[in-house]
């Protein structure tokens, strides 16, 4: 059993390890450690309250306060602290536990776990981002917990991401010159995982949810003749604007089977929005988009019946009913009711 001894607000716990060495990867490099780790409780944060979405609708601050936060040989207070913002932000976001580990083992080789102001090219901050190629301004990027949002947002986008390994999941992302190089670190991320694990994020990055176009509500989510029909539809005139329901950064743009063309959007929380049937997209993939942003028109492309948009939302790749979603939301209501 651990010891406990409690001075002033701090609680000091120590957990002693095993005799055998514990095996972690750091920069590359196997290492054996016999440790015993001191895990505190601390009531102040570590370092700086960030803010999650620098310039967004929504808001939110992470930062390890009155946290479990541990030693690990190897790694100073700064990479520990940007640990724990990789993780509060996966947290604030319904990522999987996976993906935590898989951002942590990607920070660790692109930084060391270091807010780098420099790098190859325009590359900047903890994972490296370049402002060249749309992940962001250096302002943000060098925001630790944009930049965690970015990479996770890039990674919720990668489709069956959780049934790779996590050196292809994060090159997938990355797409570094380096390609094989993140597997090596998932011991030490994980190590890291386990010290950090306490720490929390406050307030909400969603934003406000917003109409996307004004219209009647036609064919519903659920199922449709034979079929299931993930999303709703609202009728609206050819050339009607649509706009982005919420914040957020496109994933896709262009021509979709079934839906003509579509516009998807991936949002803080793990949700992504799809906008389909449209008759022409005013936005690309990787720009970000603030609600009520014109980001398409109506239209009656692909498998449609007239001019409406399908509207889909999609919650940790699951579609929910977006109805029942916005009432939850407290947003307003979603479209009309059919004549």
């Known amino acids: 059993m651990p010891s406990i001894a409690v001075h002033g607000s701090a609680v000091i716990v120590l957990l002693s390890l095993s005799p055998e060495c514990v095996m972690f990867a750091k920069i590359g490099i196997a290492v054996g450690v016999c440790l015993s780790l001191f895990v505190v409780v601390i009531a102040a944060a570590v370092g700086a309250v960030v803010s999650m979405f620098a310039g967004g609708a929504g808001s939110a601050t992470c930062a390890p306060a009155e946290a479990e936060f541990g030693v690990m040989a190897g790694y100073e207070r700064e990479q520990l602290s940007s640990a724990a913002t990789i993780v509060a932000v996966g ?12 951002a942590l083992a990607t920070a660790i080789q692109e930084s060391g776990l270091r807010n780098l102001d420099h790098g190859d090219r325009d590359s900047l901050g903890l994972f490296q981002q370049r402002p060249s190629q749309g992940w962001g301004s250096s302002e943000q990027i060098m925001n630790p917990a944009y930049s965690a949002s970015q990479f996770y947002r890039h990674l919720l986008a990668v489709p069956g991401w959780r049934q790779m390994s996590l050196n292809e999941a994060a090159q997938t992302v990355q797409h570094s010159g380096v390609p094989d190089a993140y597997g090596r670190h998932e011991p030490a991320a994980r190590q890291l995982l386990g010290l950090v694990h306490g720490v929390a994020c406050t307030g909400s990055p969603t934003g406000t949810w917003t109409v996307p176009a004004e219209g009647t509500c036609t064919s519903g989510f659920g199922a449709r003749a ?6 709703q539809d609202i009728a609206a005139p050819s050339g009607t604007p649509i706009r982005a329901a919420n914040s957020g950064t496109v994933i896709d743009s262009g021509p979709a089977t ?7 959007i991936q949002h803080p929380g793990g949700v992504i929005t799809t906008y389909g049937h449209n008759h022409h997209n005013h936005v690309h993939i990787g720009q970000s988009v603030q609600p009520q942003e014109i980001i ?25 009913d977006p109805v029942a979603f916005y009432r939850q939301q407290s947003a307003p209501q979603l479209c009309g009711p059919s004549q």
Do not use: D
């Open 296 to 320: 398409a028109e109506v239209g009656n492309r692909g498998e449609s019946t007239g001019p409406h948009l399908h509207f889909q939302i999609e919650a940790n790749g699951q579609a929910i």
């Open 226 to 231: 034979g079929a299931f029909h993930r999303g």
């Open 258 to 264: 079934g839906y003509g063309l579509w516009v998807r």
């Open 91 to 102: 947290q604030q976001m319904n990522v999987p536990q996976q993906g935590w580990v898989v």
